[in-house]
Structures are given as C-alpha cells and as structure tokens.
C-alpha cells in the first residue's frame, strides 16, 4: 500500500516542507518589524512604491504615504485616498505557496532554480499591476470594492499562479520525463 502512494506521499511531504520552511522564514521577516510602531516590512513598502509608480503613469496626482494608525501604506489616485497597502497585498504569500508547489513537482535544479525565479517575478509584476488597476477601479466604481477585491483581481493572481503551475508540471517537472519514458 505504501509502495503504491509512494510519488503522491513524497510530493505532498516535499510540498508540506517546503511551505513550511519558507513560511516560518517569512514570519522571521515580518517579526524584524513593530506592528505596534505601525512599521510596514520593506517588500510591503516596495510594493507599494512600485503600485504608486504604475498609479503615477495614469494621473500624476497619485501617491503614497504611510498610514498613521496602522502598519500599511495609504494610496492615492487622482488626490483621493483609494486604497491602503498591508503585508497581505505584497503576494510573498502566493510567491511561497507556488515556490513549494514547482519543488514538490521536482524537476531538474538549474530549470527549478530558472522556473522559481522567473515565476516569483510574474507573479510579483502581476500583483503590482494589479493593486494599480484596483486603484484605478476603485475610484471609477467604488461600489463594487468587495466583488473587485475579493473575487475578479485573487481570481486573476491565483488564475496565473496555476498557469505557472501546469507549465511546470507539463513541460519541466521528472514526472514529464517519467511519463514519456514509459
């Protein structure tokens, strides 16, 4: 019996690892700030400054500051307070569960090294453009904030994220080579 859920058991044991590494990492991050001081971690604040960059290419009003009563970084799009930015909006989250889903799926190091890395940046890219467009959005239809935020922008980020993921699984993954080999 364990002979024949071996693959399934290694790649859920490799999957459950590698989130957990990472993710207890990432928690050693984020504690280096005070939430208390209302310190946004620095990947937050450059997320948030690259958002604010994309906003600028639209209408020069827009701009970011610090949120005063707590950790996150307000936005603003034509002068008006849209959106704030907290440690959530940065996708390390997503960037975490998609690097533990491609080393699950092993494939060779240099194209999993390659793969992670060019993904993590998509995946980044994606989420800048979308907190912008959410901005954006958000100013033309502020009535429909929880269908924008909670349904149409995650259902695109996570969208991609499993593109990534059947690329990988299909075209890079040992399993591919293991199934053509037989």
């Known amino acids: 019996m364990l002979k024949q859920y071996k693959p399934f058991l290694i790649f859920l044991s490799k999957f459950l690892l590698t989130y957990l590494v990472l993710t207890i990492i990432y928690q050693f991050y984020l ?6 001081k209302n310190e946004v971690d620095t990947f937050t604040g450059i997320v948030a400054n690259q958002s604010e960059a994309v906003l600028s290419l639209f209408d020069e009003q827009s701009y970011s500051m610090p949120h005063l009563q707590e950790p996150s970084i307000k936005l603003f799009y034509k002068g008006k307070y849209i959106s704030r930015i907290i440690e959530g909006c940065n996708a390390l989250s997503v960037i ?7 080393i699950a799926f092993t494939g060779k190091l240099k194209q999993t ?7 993590s940046f998509i995946i980044h890219i994606l989420n800048i ?4 467009l959410l901005c954006i959005a958000l100013y033309s239809y502020p009535e429909y904030e929880h269908f924008l935020h909670g349904v149409v922008f995650p259902l695109i980020i996570y ?4 593109l990534l993921w059947v690329v990988w699984v299909n075209k890079f993954s ?4 293991e199934t053509k080999e037989e």
């Open 96 to 102: 975490i569960l998609f690097i533990s889903f491609v």
């Open 31 to 36: 504690n280096r700030f005070d939430v208390k």
């Open 113 to 119: 090294i390659f793969f992670i890395i060019i993904g």
């Open 159 to 162: 969208g991609v994220v499993f």
């Open 129 to 132: 453009g979308r907190i912008a």
């Open 174 to 177: 040992i399993y591919v080579r």
